[in-house]
C-alpha cells in the first residue's frame, strides 16, 4: 500500500519504486519512529484534534507494534517505501481506519529529521562514551609510563627525550577535544522539528513544546522551512566524526610504525594482529592499518552530504534522503573503530628499553647542552653554534655527546665542567622539563589529574542529557 496513491492514475514503475526507496537503509530507525508518533498522537487527543479514545488506540497499536519489532514477531517489509510509510501501514493494517489518522497535521518531512534527530541524539552519546572508554585506557597506560623515556619527534627526527605517557596524555588531549565538539553538536541538534510539516506548518491547533518535552528535547524549531531541509546536524555529526577518525589515523600510523622490526617499540597482542598467507613470520597491525584506511571511508561520507546539500533550495527535496547512508555508514564505523582500537591498546606491550635506547640515540639531548651553556651565561646563539660543531664531531666519530671526554669537550667551550653529564642525562632532560604540559613526572602527573576531572564532567554531563 502507497501512502500517496490517489493522484495518479498508472502505478509507479518497479525500478523507480526500488529507486525511490529508503527502507533498507532507514528500517533502523523503527524505534524512533515510533516514539516520535506516540508523542504526536498522544498530543493530537490532548489538543482535541482526533478524539481520545482514536488517540489511545492509535497509541497502543503503535506500543504493540514496538514490541513486536523488538522481540521478532513483525519483520520490517522492505516492500514499503521508508519505515515512516512501513509503521503507518502496519498501524492501519493492525487497527483499522483509525491508523489512518495518525499523520493528521504531519509530514513525512518533518517526520524523518525527528527520527534522524532522535537516532543521532543515542547515538552521539554512546561514542562519546566509547571515546570516554579510550581516554581510560589510555589515562590506566600513561600512568604505567610516567618514566619510560622515548624521543620524541619533529618531523619524523629525533628531537627532544619524553615518556610514553606524555606521548599518550597528547592523544587524550585529542579525544577531549573530540568529546567538546560532540556535546557542542548536541546541543544544537537538541531542538524538535515536528509540526514543521511538509514546509509550512499545519492549519491545526498542535502544541509543539510538549511534543518536545515529551520527547526530550530542549526546545523547538523556529523556522518551518529550515526545519524540513536543515541537515546541518548530520553534517556537523560527521564533520565530527571525520576528526575522531582523524586522531584514531594519526594514532594508528604510530602504532604501525612502533610496531616495525626497526622500531621495535611495542608488541601488538596476537588478538590484536593477523598472520600472513604466505610469509609465516608476520604478524600484522591490521587493525590500526584498517583504522587509517577506514578514516578515508568517514571523510567520504561528510564529504557526501556536504555535496548532496550545496545546490538545495528551500525546503525539503529528495536528494536529502541520501543523508542517512552516509550518516550511518559514519556512526558505525567510527563506533567499530573506537572499539577495537581500543582492545589493541589495551592489550599492546611496551618495550621500555628500546624505547629508552632509541632516546639515548640521535642527540635527543643537544638542546640542553646548549641550555647547559646559556645557563652558564653563554648566549644562546652562540651555545647553538657550539653544540653544532660538537654534534658534527661526534657523528664523524661515530659517539654519542655524553660519550666525550671533559677535556674534549673543553675544547669546543671552556664553561663545560663535570656537571655537564649529569645535567645532560636522558632522566635529566626530561625531568627539568617542569612546565606545565611538558613530560617531566611532575607535569605528567598534573595533566593525569586533569584528564581524570575531565573524564569525570564528561560523564556527568553525559548523564544529564539521557
Ligand atoms: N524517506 C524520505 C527521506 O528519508 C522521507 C520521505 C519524504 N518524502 C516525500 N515525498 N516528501 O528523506
Not at 498522544?42 to 504493540?64: C, F, H, P, V, Y
Not at 498542535?206 to 515529551?214: C, K
Not at 555535496?307 to 534522503?321: C, E
Request: with cysteine.
Amino acid at each position: 500500500m502507497k501512502l500517496w496513491g490517489g493522484r495518479f492514475e498508472k502505478g509507479v514503475n518497479s525500478l523507480v519504486n526500488d529507486f525511490n526507496s529508503s527502507i533498507r537503509t532507514d528500517s533502523r530507525m523503527y524505534k524512533e519512529d515510533i516514539l516520535g508518533s506516540l508523542a504526536h498522537v498522544k498530543m493530537l487527543g490532548r489538543q482535541n484534534i482526533i478524539s481520545n479514545e482514536d488517540s489511545i488506540k492509535i497509541a497502543e497499536g503503535l506500543e504493540t507494534i514496538l514490541k513486536r519489532l523488538e522481540n521478532g514477531v513483525i519483520k520490517i517489509n522492505e516492500a514499503s517505501e521508508d519505515i515512516h510509510s512501513f509503521i503507518e501501514e502496519t498501524l492501519t493494517y493492525y487497527i483499522g481506519e483509525e491508523g489512518k489518522k495518525l499523520h493528521t497535521g504531519r509530514s513525512r518531512n518533518d517526520q524523518v529529521t525527528l527520527d534522524t534527530k532522535l537516532y543521532l541524539k543515542k547515538y552521539l552519546i554512546d561514542i562519546a562514551n566509547d571515546i570516554i572508554s579510550l581516554q581510560e585506557t589510555l589515562y590506566k597506560k600513561a600512568k604505567e609510563n610516567i618514566y619510560t623515556i622515548m624521543p620524541g619527534y619533529t618531523h619524523m627526527q629525533k628531537a627532544q627525550p619524553i615518556t610514553f605517557a606524555h606521548h599518550l596524555l597528547a592523544y587524550c588531549e585529542m579525544f577531549k577535544r573530540d568529546l567538546s565538539r560532540l556535546l557542542d553538536c548536541y546541543k544544537r541538534l537538541d531542538e524538535m522539528p515536528l509540526g514543521s510539516g511538509a514546509l509550512a506548518t499545519s492549519t491545526y491547533n498542535i502544541d509543539r513544546l510538549s511534543v518536545a518535552n515529551d520527547l526530550g528535547f530542549a526546545s523547538i524549531t523556529l523556522n518551518s522551512l529550515d526545519s524540513v531541509s536543515d541537515r546541518d546536524y548530520a553534517i556537523e555529526s560527521l564533520s565530527n566524526l571525520s576528526m575522531i577518525m582523524m586522531h584514531l589515523s594519526r594514532f594508528s600510523e604510530e602504532i604501525i610504525i612502533w610496531a616495525t622490526n626497526e622500531f621495535n617499540f611495542i608488541e601488538l597482542s596476537d588478538e590484536y594482529s593477523t598472520g600472513s598467507s604466505i610469509m609465516p613470520q608476520k604478524k600484522n597491525p591490521d587493525v590500526a592499518e584498517l583504522v587509517r584506511g577506514k578514516t578515508g571511508r568517514v571523510y567520504g561520507d561528510l564529504i557526501t552530504l556536504l555535496t548532496v546539500m550545496k545546490g538545495l533550495p528551500l525546503a525539503y527535496n529528495k536528494d536529502m534522503q541520501e543523508d542517512k547512508e552516509a550518516l550511518f555508514d559514519a556512526l558505525d564505523t567510527v563506533t567499530i573503530s573506537l572499539r577495537t582500537f581500543n582492545g589493541m591498546l589495551d592489550t599492546l606491550k611496551i618495550n621500555k628499553e628500546t624505547m629508552k635506547k632509541g632516546a639515548s640515540m640521535g642527540f635527543t639531548n643537544a638542546t640542553d647542552v646548549a641550555d647547559y651553556l646559556v645557563k652558564n651565561n653563554v648566549p644562546f646563539r652562540t651555545a647553538h653554534e657550539i653544540v653544532g660543531e660538537i654534534v658534527l664531531y661526534c657523528i664523524k666519530e661515530n659517539i654519542a655527546i655524553d660519550d666525550l671526554s671533559l677535556d674534549k669537550l673543553k675544547e669546543f667551550s671552556l664553561v663545560f665542567k663535570e656537571d655537564i653529564y649529569e645535567a645532560i642525562s636522558l632522566t635529566t632532560c626530561v625531568e627539568e622539563r617542569k612546565v606545565l604540559g611538558g613530560p617531566s613526572s611532575s607535569s605528567v602527573k598534573i595533566q593525569l589529574d586533569l584528564l581524570l576531572k575531565s573524564i569525570e564532567s564528561t560523564k556527568e554531563a553525559l548523564q544529564c542529557l539521557k
